[in-house]
Structure formats: C-alpha cells, structure tokens
C-alpha cells in the first residue's frame, strides 16, 4: 500500500468514526422527541463508503445506545427500517436530498406499522400513520437537517484536505 493509499483510508476512518460518534452521542443527549441525525447518518454514510455491509453501522450505534436507554417494543422495526433506510442509499442513484426524502417516507412506513402490529386492534393503521405525521415532520426536518450539515462538514474537510495537498 503506498503512502497516498495509507492516508487515504486513515481519512475514511477518521470520517467514519466521526459521523458514528455524532451518531451515537446525540441519541445520549436531550434532544426534543424525533428530532435526531440517525436517519441523516443512514442516508450520509454511503456518501463516505462503499459496500452494502456499511448499511448495518447506523443499526450498530442504535443497539449499544439502546444498551444506555433501553430496549422497546418497536426496536426491530426502528432497526429495520434503518438497514433498509441504509441499503436504499447505497443501491440508488439519487441525490442526497431524495434520499434523505425517502429514508424518512421508508422510516414512517416501516416504524409505525411496527407502532400499528402492537396497538392492534385498538387503532387503525389509518389512525397510526396520521397521528405519526406531526413526529415524522420533525423527523423529516431534522433529517435534511443534518444531511445538510454532514454533507457541509464532508466538503469543508475535503477543501481542506486539498489545500493542505496542494501547498506541500
């Protein structure tokens, strides 16, 4: 491996490790109900890596935060719905924003029909998914959000880094 190739993965580590621990920490902090960059970081990470195998690192930081918070009745929907969240963003050739876009319509769909399989029969899948909307609209803006800001900090670090190439 030559000395461009080494510096080149070390980056991509430091990446990596740094959108996980986003992640992760911000599940561990106070923030306002469905407003969190999990989805962002599902739909973001294949923008930094490659192969299908990446799509389980988000579900990862969700199963050691849930050791912190606790387990819930839903959680294999909320997993599910970010694996897939992940696959569609790596196997898709669609601009981030959509993406983001429809990671959120996939988390909806997927998240509150787990939300339904364990109210039924006292609601409705109808009522379900309505009375999930005002969540998913702060789920939605906190999304695009932080893919925003993801992607800011991926191009502010790649300037940076092509910078600090060309004045050598």
């Given amino acids: 491996m030559t000395t461009d190739e080494t510096g080149s993965t070390k980056r991509w580590v430091y990446a990596l490790s740094f959108f996980m621990a986003v992640i992760g920490l911000s599940r561990l902090i106070d923030l306002p109900a469905n407003f969190t960059p999990i989805i962002?970081?599902?739909v973001f990470l294949p923008v930094i890596s490659r192969g299908l195998y990446f799509s389980i690192l988000p579900v990862m930081v969700l199963f050691v935060t849930d050791i912190v918070l606790g387990f819930h009745e839903t959680m294999l929907y909320t997993y599910g719905a970010v694996f897939l969240i992940g696959l569609f963003a790596q196997t898709v050739q669609f601009s981030l924003g959509v993406k983001a876009l429809s990671?959120?319509?996939i988390w909806h769909l997927?998240?509150?029909y787990g939300v339904y399989l364990h109210s039924a029969p006292t609601r409705s899948l109808v009522d379900v998914y309505v009375s999930a909307w005002p969540f998913d609209f702060?789920?939605?803006?906190s999304t695009l959000l932080f893919t925003s800001l993801f992607w800011l900090i991926k191009s502010f670090v790649e300037?940076?880094?092509m910078t600090g190439y060309a004045n050598r």
């Fill in 110 to 112: 997927v998240v509150n």
């Fill in 103 to 105: 990671g959120v319509l």
């Fill in 138 to 141: 702060r789920l939605l803006v």
């Fill in 159 to 161: 300037r940076r880094l």
């Fill in 40 to 42: 962002a970081g599902a």
